[in-house]
Structure formats: C-alpha cells, structure tokens
C-alpha cells in the first residue's frame, strides 16, 4: 500500500513507497501503460506483503540479512536548512547509525527541486509532485529547471541540505549476500597497471544497484587488491550472470574499452565474448537475429520482423550438446528455480558467441528459440506458455492481428521477479587484440591498430556451476 502522512513534528510531507503500487480500482479508466505497469506489481504484492516482517528493529545494515525487506522508498520535502543524517533521523525516526549506514550504501538521494514523475508512476507519487508544484519555490539562481530537479547521491554524513529541496531515501537497499561469501581474491584472473579481470560470482552486481553501491563487485574485489580506490566498470553482465568482467583502473581505460566494444560489425568486432549457455531444450547451430523492443526494464520483447526503432540481436550458436539435467542439490546450493520446467533428466549446454550485446539478449534469444536458460525466472514462464500456445505471443512472429492490448497482455506472461541467485548462464571468456595501452587510431570509423606493440588478451572463467567436480 502507499500513503501520505503530514509529520507535524518538522512541518513536511511525506510519501511512503513501499512497492505495492498496484491499489484495487477500475482498471479499465487506466491507460494500458500505466495499467502493465500496475498489473505487474499486482503480481507481486502477495510475494511482498508475505515478506513483510511484522516489526523491524532498524539497527545497522550489517550483517547482511538473508532476504530481502519489502521495498520502502521515502520521497521527502526538506521544511529547513541542516545536516542531512539530523534531518533523516527526525524525518523518518531512524536511528543515526542506519542512517549513516544509507548514505554509505548510496541509497540516500537529494535534488534542489522535485522532477515530475513518468506517466507509469503510482497516483499516490502523482499527488506528491502536485503538493510539490502548489508549492510554488523560486527557481534555483544559475540553473536550469532539469539541472535542480537532477538527484545526485548523498555521499557524506557531513553534507547539509537545503529548506525546500527534494530527498529520495531507499529504507530498504536491495541487498547481496553472496558478497560475503566469495573468496575475491581468488576470482582474480588477470591484473596490471590499467586492469583487473573478475570471473564475477552469480548473486552480486557488477558495479552496484541504484541502492546499493557497498556490496557489488567493483567494491569487493577492490578491497582484496587493497586498492586506495575503486575500480571502474568497463561493461556490464546481468546479477544472475558469472563469468569474466574487465574492471578499470583509470577512466582513460574505460572510455578506450567502450570504444573497442563499439568498432566493428558482427564477426570482425575487436572483443570476443563467449558464452555457455544451460539451456533446457536444444538449439540449432549457427546464427540467430532477433528484433528486440527498446524498454528499460525487464522483460525484453523480441520479433523475428524487423520493427522500427527495435534493436538488432545476433548471436551464433557454435555449439550444443546434451548434458544431465543439475541435481536438486546442485540447484538449490546455487539458488536455482526449476520454475516447473518438464525435462527427461538432460539439459543442453551451448556455446555462444556474441555479435551484439543487448540487455537479456542471450536470455530472451534462448527463451524465443523455445530453449529457456535454467534458472531464468523472468523467461521460463513466457516461454513454457509459447510452447503450450504459439499464438498467445502476438509479438514474434506478426500473424496480422497484432494489437497493443495483446502485446501487452504478453508481457504478463513472463515472471515478476527476479532470479534469486544464479541461472544457466556464465561469460565464460572474453578476449580483444590490441596493445598494452588499448591505444587505437580512427579512420574513418574503422579500425587501425599499431601492429608494432600489438598484444593479443584473452582471459577464461573457471568451470560453470552446472558442471561436476
């Protein structure tokens, strides 16, 4: 559910999130984006409400709890000038030492003035923007409207905040256990003066979550190098997903990195990345294009048409051979949803080379090729609906009766939330051709390497999950 409460206490007003953004009404008044989004939380407002602890005593954020608390994210107006832990803790009645531990987390946000919240946003965060505009503030001197409305991380205890001004706080950060359970130092695979290779663990983002910066990768494996500062990321492989990662020491390494992973067309690209792939049905070999719909959260719709303004993913499948289906044991030491999948006892294990790197591409591939991933809660219940009824996907293949209600209706076939830990998917390699410094001359948008300091890099993950040992 989602409130607003004035605090008479310190004057302001205050919008409890707490993620269950789908309220009992008409759905039928509702526009059929705002009512997707709103269904989709429908689906996950038992799963919340069950999790919801009946009290909760906010203490520290260590050690880190098993599961995760329900969501709460608090949008506040600052009523006067002061230190920004004061004010929290007044504000929210929360301890100072919880506070202290948000802002190191990067969980606490603070804007000059309050942004209009998109069109998917609940009614309840609507009205909040409203009481905001009746405000009526002055423009901030010297910036535009968008530069004051920019949140930006809190990032001491120390900052002061401003009478007037906008706060988000993430109560509840999405936490990652599997942090502290993973020996960092020996996922180093490669390190030198300009960067480190991780064979990243399942369970644990790259480099951290809109709430959560403490426990992610680039953190951890930091602190095993005893770095004085953070590592940098490079490129990005989904939480669910292990396997290589190249991580930066310097930002001229990254801004070189990304224009390497950028050049060239499909077999002539100047990085190579692999990866196996643990799917529960056979693939065939070869090259494989999808037309994916350009959305900024999961899940990811793909057509075998091209569609304006949709992205081209292609993979090629090198191989694929039958595998034993994980034992229970396996799957529940990695955290592993059989998501009701039927199988014989054989899994399929591929090998896949990138051409493009989408978001989920190599997840919503396989799951449109009818061979979900293992583990991939989000895809496997689409695809087994897919299998029991092609004609219940309107958006694959175009069969002329394509409507936005169907396609939307679609999308509710898929899973609500995400994989709990890992799925059948590992980075196994990652391999470029370049000199030691990645220095690359353009001409004309291709490619010329200095041939005289040229140095081939390829880097390997250890044995994916699956297999036996």
Avoid at 46 to 70: I, N, Q, T
Avoid at 106 to 132: D, I, N, W
Wanted: aromatic share 8%; charged share 25%.
């Amino acid at each position: 559910m989602a409130f607003f409460s004035i605090d008479s206490s310190c004057a302001l007003w205050r919008f409890h999130f707490l993620g269950l953004r789908a309220c009992a009404r008409d759905l039928c008044d509702v526009p059929l984006k705002k009512r997707r989004h709103d269904l989709i939380w429908k689906k996950q407002r038992v799963r919340v409400a069950k999790a919801r602890p009946e009290s909760y005593c906010y203490d520290r954020l260590l050690p880190c709890p098993g599961d995760d608390l329900p969501v709460r994210i608090e949008h506040l107006f600052v009523e006067k000038n002061g230190n920004v832990v004061d004010y929290l803790c007044q504000a929210l009645s929360l301890p100072s030492l919880y506070v202290n531990d948000l802002i190191e987390f990067g969980a606490v946000y603070h804007a000059l003035r309050c942004s209009e919240p998109p069109e998917t946003a609940p009614k309840e965060h609507m009205e909040f923007y409203k009481r905001a505009l009746a405000m009526d503030l002055p423009r901030v001197k010297g910036m535009s409207v968008q530069e004051s409305q920019k949140a930006r991380r809190i990032v001491s205890k120390h900052e002061e905040v401003e009478a007037g001004s906008y706060m988000r706080v993430h109560v509840h950060p999405r936490r990652f256990p599997r942090c502290y359970e993973v020996d960092w130092k020996s996922r180093i695979l490669a390190e030198n003066d300009l960067f480190v290779v991780l064979d990243k663990p399942a369970g644990v983002s790259v480099g951290g979550s809109v709430d959560n910066l403490e426990e992610s990768c680039v953190t951890f494996a930091s602190r095993a190098l005893g770095m004085a500062f953070p590592l940098l990321v490079t490129h990005q492989i989904d939480n669910c997903t292990e396997g290589c990662v190249v991580l930066a020491k310097d930002k001229d390494f990254v801004s070189n990195f990304n224009r390497l992973l950028r050049i060239g067309k499909k077999q002539t690209r100047k990085v190579d990345k692999r990866y196996l792939v643990l799917a529960a049905f056979p693939v065939p070999l070869g090259i494989v294009s999808h037309y994916m719909r350009p959305d900024h959260f999961a899940p990811h719709l793909l057509s075998q048409d091209k569609r304006q303004g949709w992205h081209l993913c292609s993979m090629e499948v090198l191989q694929c051979h039958q595998v034993e289906w994980p034992s229970e044991a396996r799957l529940r030491e990695n955290g592993v949803s059989n998501c009701e999948l039927e199988h014989d006892g054989h899994a399929y294990e591929c090998e896949v080379k990138l051409l493009t790197g989408k978001t989920h591409q190599v997840r919503a591939q396989f799951a449109a090729l009818g061979a979900p991933i293992l583990g991939d809660t989000i895809y496997i219940p689409a695809a087994i609906a897919r299998r029991q009824n092609r004609a219940i996907d309107p958006v694959l293949r175009d069969d002329g009766q394509w409507s936005e209600e169907r396609e939307e209706r679609w999308i509710l076939h898929h899973g609500s939330s995400a994989p709990k830990l890992a799925i059948g998917l590992q980075a196994s390699s990652i391999s470029w051709i370049g000199d030691t410094t990645i220095d690359i001359l353009l001409v004309d948008e291709e490619p010329i390497d200095r041939e005289s300091s040229q140095s081939n890099f390829s880097f390997h993950a250890s044995s994916p999950w699956w297999r036996a040992t």
